[in-house]
């Protein structure tokens, strides 16, 4: 994966007050595009398309025990990269262009950070395809626990801020933010029950383990949902609020 580099002249250009942009040269002296504006968000939401349906199907093969739809997951995580790829090549061009309104920025900086997250959540996914393929092969071990339930949260949870992130509502990517505890549960009860069961029937402990990284796997999803969130109030309301608990 190619990682945008920013120089400290970029940084700290994005760093200043609105005030200071009105000493720029007047070439620069323009607003971005709305039109690649539109299509930079766009292109975002159809790439967090992509990673949501990766999530959903990575769980449904291993519920439903099918290894093919595994394997398409994992044929269809090249299509993710490259949607990550491009996205980094739109917000290098808007940001070679420069503008004097600071949320248009905001949004091409959200878009570079956004993107890069996506990607790692359908890496998990692919993880949870992996698991799959391996575990319908072997005996099923049943229940499988509160994991389909934590998969559609996850995947909820990502819908929902999509949808934050398409209509710049920060209210919205709160809310998102406050469900990442109840994945945080629903993985401790699943870790527990599984821990218990490779206690009572060793024979169960390998099936047992790749069932807990599946969960491990939903459960950083959801912290990377949560980081896509805390992106969009800053995009909406130029407020970091990452690490602190009162500004949520």
């Not at 807990?212 to 959801?222: D, M, P, Q, S």
Request: aromatic content about 4%; overall charge negative.
């Amino acid at each position: 994966m190619a990682d945008f580099q920013m120089t400290n002249t970029t940084i700290e250009t994005l760093a200043l007050p609105s005030t200071k942009f009105n000493a720029l040269p007047e070439r620069v002296m323009k607003n971005l595009p709305e039109t690649a504006l539109n299509e930079l968000r766009d292109h975002v939401l159809l790439m967090g398309g992509e990673v949501e349906r990766a999530i959903d199907e990575a769980t449904r093969a291993l519920i439903e025990r099918d290894s093919e739809l595994a394997e398409q997951v994992l044929r269809d995580d090249d299509r993710v990269d490259a949607l990550e790829l491009e996205a980094d090549q739109r917000c290098v061009r808007l940001l070679a262009l420069q503008s004097s309104e600071e949320h248009d920025l905001r949004l091409v900086v959200t878009a570079i950070k956004i993107t890069p997250i996506l990607e790692r959540i359908a890496d998990h996914a692919c993880n949870i395809a992996r698991a799959a393929i391996y575990l319908n092969d072997e005996p099923q071990l049943k229940p499988y626990f509160d994991l389909p339930k934590m998969s559609w949260l996850a995947c909820d949870m990502l819908r929902l801020s999509l949808d934050a992130f398409a209509a710049a509502d920060a209210n919205a990517a709160r809310a998102v933010i406050a469900r990442d505890d109840e994945i945080d549960r629903l993985y401790d009860r699943i870790f527990h029950e599984l821990l218990d069961r490779m206690s009572k029937d060793t024979t169960a402990a390998g099936r047992a383990a790749r069932l807990l990284l599946v969960a491990k796997h939903l459960e950083r999803i959801g912290d990377y949902v949560t980081d896509i969130c805390e992106l969009i109030v800053y995009m909406k309301e130029a407020l970091v609020i990452k690490h602190s608990q009162i500004a949520r």
